[in-house]
């Protein structure tokens, strides 16, 4: 017995109701209860209230009680790790993948010749500032794909959050490490340090880009897909 769109719009508000905002996950959880309350009508020959079957598929996907009467809080992280777990493997990949294709390979050796060119010829001070441009041109990108993905409007998503916070991982990771550049303060690495350091970081730094760039287009996919199915 196939439900109807009031009985399946039911569903989705009680999930959301219960603590399930974002509308990605709510669609995961969604097809799996519809799918499971349908067979049990079909079983039950529809003799059981659809709303007690309901909830017992709550119940069986991980619905408790709790003081604002029931929800799925164990549940609503599991899919965010979940989500995570998926999208950190993916991002390891791409970053993998970097070294396994020849062209990037010639794209960062020619890179390292630039800024080793750029360290001789500059005053080491010229250079600490051209380093920084380098590291923090990646922000252009991101200000346009969150634009271009804000602008689209599609609401609470597990899988757009994390798109775009992987493609933004590196500045978090490396931009301690990027404000101890400089020739003045207490707490700077030493001048000598600064040329192996920074031929270190600049490129690592692109690298965890590209790989964020390969999260962010995975994760917009999904979310596009999804999205198709919610509106269908």
Same mark, same amino acid.
């Given at each position: 017995?196939?439900?109807?769109?009031?009985?399946?719009?039911?569903?989705?508000?009680? @999930?959301? !109701?219960? /603590?399930? #905002?974002?509308?990605?996950? +709510?669609?995961?959880?969604?097809? &799996?209860?519809?799918?499971?309350?349908?067979?049990?009508?079909?079983?039950?020959?529809?003799?059981?209230?659809?709303?007690?079957?309901?909830?017992?598929?709550?119940?069986?996907?991980?619905?408790?009680?709790?003081?604002?009467?029931?929800?799925?809080?164990? @549940?609503? !992280?599991? /899919?965010? #790790?979940?989500?995570?777990? +998926?999208?950190?493997?993916?991002? &390891?990949?791409?970053?993998?993948?970097?070294?396994?294709?020849?062209?990037?390979?010639?794209?960062?050796?020619?890179?390292?010749?630039?800024?080793?060119?750029?360290?001789?010829?500059?005053?080491?001070?010229?250079?600490?500032?051209?380093?920084?441009?380098?590291?923090?041109?990646?922000?252009?990108?991101?200000?346009y794909l969150f634009y271009k993905t804000w602008k689209k409007k599609y609401g609470k998503s597990v899988h757009r959050d994390y798109a775009l916070t992987y493609l933004l991982l590196s500045f978090f990771l490396l931009n301690g490490v990027m404000n101890f550049m400089t020739i003045d303060g207490d707490f700077?690495?030493?001048?000598?340090?600064?040329?192996?350091?920074?031929?270190?970081?600049?490129?690592?730094?692109?690298?965890?880009?590209?790989?964020?760039?390969?999260?962010?287009?995975?994760?917009?996919?999904?979310?596009?897909?999804?999205?198709?199915?919610?509106?269908?």
């Amino acid at each position: 017995m196939e439900l109807t769109k009031e009985q399946i719009q039911f569903i989705d508000h009680r @999930l959301e !109701k219960e /603590g399930i #905002k974002y509308w990605d996950v +709510r669609i995961e959880m969604l097809a &799996h209860i519809v799918s499971g309350v349908e067979e049990k009508l079909k079983a039950e020959n529809t003799q059981y209230e659809f709303k007690g079957i309901v909830q017992d598929a709550f119940v069986a996907l991980g619905w408790k009680n709790n003081f604002n009467g029931g929800g799925f809080d164990d @549940l609503n !992280k599991q /899919g965010w #790790k979940n989500a995570n777990k +998926r999208y950190r493997k993916i991002y &390891h990949q791409g970053f993998v993948d970097f070294f396994k294709n020849y062209l990037s390979l010639l794209v960062l050796g020619v890179f390292l010749l630039g800024i080793y060119f750029l360290s001789e010829v500059l005053l080491h001070k010229t250079f600490l500032k051209v380093s920084y441009s380098i590291f923090f041109s990646p922000a252009v990108l991101y200000i346009y794909l969150f634009y271009k993905t804000w602008k689209k409007k599609y609401g609470k998503s597990v899988h757009r959050d994390y798109a775009l916070t992987y493609l933004l991982l590196s500045f978090f990771l490396l931009n301690g490490v990027m404000n101890f550049m400089t020739i003045d303060g207490d707490f700077a690495f030493p001048i000598t340090y600064h040329k192996p350091i920074l031929f270190f970081i600049l490129p690592l730094h692109l690298i965890l880009v590209y790989a964020g760039y390969g999260v962010y287009k995975k994760g917009m996919g999904k979310v596009e897909h999804m999205r198709k199915q919610r509106l269908s």
